[in-house]
């Protein structure tokens, strides 16, 4: 049968799921995550290996440093050694993180107001002229 005259196959796919905005947005912060040991987001695709390797050089350095001590017993004394381990803080699912965002900022509103307070009152008690 020449190509023109073929028919299309048709294949059904099943149909996507639509979703509200706000169930998408529901959905996002249950899966997406950010880190929370403090560090910058970008920061930790660098200094996650970075860790690493300094913990396992130090396990190097031991080694190295209990085969200079007697080599003759250098199995017993690396079985020995404990290795250093540096394990990633798991990060906290975006809702999470943005509801600790939320409080942090609502427990530093007035902050400034506050501090200004204090350190008037500590130059009056000290006598100082208002600069």
């Known amino acids: 049968m020449p190509l023109h005259q073929r028919q299309p196959v048709v294949i059904e796919m099943p149909q996507k799921k639509r979703r509200s905005p706000s169930e998408k947005k529901r959905l996002a912060r249950a899966r997406d995550h950010r880190p929370a040991y403090g560090e910058n987001q970008k920061a930790a695709r660098k ?17 190295k440093a209990a085969l200079a001590v007697d080599p003759e017993r250098a199995d017993a004394l690396l079985v020995q050694t404990q290795r250093a ?25 007035g ?11 500590l130059l009056e008690r000290l006598g100082v002229p208002d600069a």
């Open 47 to 63: 200094a996650i290996p970075k860790r690493k390797a300094m913990a396992n050089r130090i396990v190097r350095r031991r080694d």
């Open 111 to 121: 902050a400034k107001a506050h501090r200004r307070d204090a350190q008037r009152r």
């Open 85 to 109: 381990r540096w394990q990633k803080a798991p990060d906290l699912p975006l809702g999470r993180w943005i509801e600790a965002q939320r409080r942090r900022r609502t427990a530093s509103v």
